[in-house]
């Protein structure tokens, strides 16, 4: 998953609470663990714990070897935010070396040279739009949760 520049605030004011690219991605991935996958239509997709909701829109990709991902990026001599879906691995560094911690194998290949991102995993890449308070109908079918605020009290006698 790729983050826009307000997708990447929202989750630094709203989750992670650093600016690290790891520790994003780390309160990323445990967030997605706790939520379940809304497919809203074709292109958007929303995935929502009952409190907030990540809005996300799917992106093309091609299914390529790592050796042939290896020759896309072999001209890149700029640090790149690179993540790697499948071994939950996100770094800002160069793609050459980021690539050598992937295992070989087939990949969803996703390189965006103006915003300067890399994504490889075995699921086609989702781009985060938003991170916003769940709406009604997302927090009414979410299983329930515990009861928000404290619970209620006899009054004293």
């Known amino acids: 998953m790729l983050l826009t520049r307000h997708a990447r605030e929202r989750l630094i004011k709203r989750l992670a609470k650093r600016k690290r690219l790891d520790r994003i ?46 020759e896309w990026v072999s001209d890149i001599s700029k640090t790149y935010g690179c993540v790697f879906f499948d071994g939950r691995l996100a770094r800002e560094t160069l793609p050459g070396k980021f690539l050598e911690l992937v295992p070989d194998g087939v990949y969803c290949f996703y390189l965006n040279r103006e915003k300067r991102s890399l994504y490889i995993g075995s699921e086609p890449p989702l781009l985060a739009i938003t991170l916003r308070p769940a709406k009604k109908g997302e927090r009414a079918t979410h299983s329930q949760r515990e009861p928000q605020g404290s619970p209620r009290r006899a009054p004293p006698e």
Do not use: H, M, P, Q
Not at 39 to 59: P, Y
């Open 25 to 70: 991605y780390s309160e990323l991935w445990t967030f997605l663990d706790r939520s379940r996958r809304i497919d809203v239509n074709e292109r958007v997709v929303i995935f929502t714990d009952g409190r907030k909701s990540l809005v996300c829109a799917r992106l093309e990709c091609e299914r390529i070897s790592l050796e042939e991902i290896r």
